[in-house]
C-alpha cells in the first residue's frame, strides 16, 4: 500500500493560480507515472495531467493545456500540478495517483493503482 496526500488546493479568484503538491512515499517512486485527476460535482471523475517516471514525458488533457503544468522531483517523492488562469470550471477535487510501473501516456482511472484523498480546489468568478 502507498499512502498518496495531495496539499495546496483552496479558493482562488478567476484568472489566478494554485500549485498542487503529492507525496507518495517509498523507494520505487521513480519508477513510476503519475497522474493528476479531477472531480466536479455531480460529474464523473477526469484525467488532468500525467508524468512519465523520468519527469521527461508528459501530457495534458486539452481542457488543461497551456494552463496547467505537470511536474515531478524524484529526490523529494513528490509531484506537482501548476495551475494557471484559473476558471470557475476548473472547480473540483483534485487528486493524485500512482501510475503503472515505467509506463507512459496512460489517462484512464483503472490503470492507477494508488490514490490520495483529493485537496478541493474553488474559483470564484
Known amino acids: 500500500q502507498v499512502h498518496v496526500v495531495e496539499s495546496g488546493g483552496g479558493l482562488v479568484q478567476a484568472g489566478g493560480s494554485l500549485r498542487l503538491s503529492c507525496t507518495a512515499p517509498?523507494?520505487?517512486?521513480?519508477?513510476?507515472?503519475m497522474g493528476w485527476f479531477r472531480q466536479a460535482p455531480g460529474k464523473e471523475r477526469e484525467f488532468v495531467a500525467g508524468?512519465?517516471?523520468?519527469?521527461?514525458?508528459?501530457w495534458h488533457a486539452d481542457s488543461v493545456k497551456g494552463r496547467f503544468t505537470i511536474t515531478r522531483d524524484n529526490a523529494k517523492n513528490t509531484v506537482y500540478l501548476q495551475m494557471n488562469s484559473l476558471k470557475a470550471e476548473d472547480t473540483a477535487v483534485y487528486s493524485c495517483?500512482?501510475?503503472?510501473?515505467?509506463?507512459?501516456?496512460?489517462?484512464?482511472?483503472?490503470?492507477?493503482?494508488?490514490w490520495g484523498l483529493g485537496t478541493q480546489v474553488t474559483v470564484s468568478s
Open positions: 495517483a500512482v501510475g503503472p510501473y515505467y509506463t507512459d501516456y496512460v489517462t484512464r482511472g483503472d490503470e492507477f493503482a494508488y
Open positions: 517509498g523507494r520505487t517512486f521513480s519508477s513510476y507515472a
Open positions: 508524468i512519465g517516471w523520468s519527469g521527461d514525458r508528459t
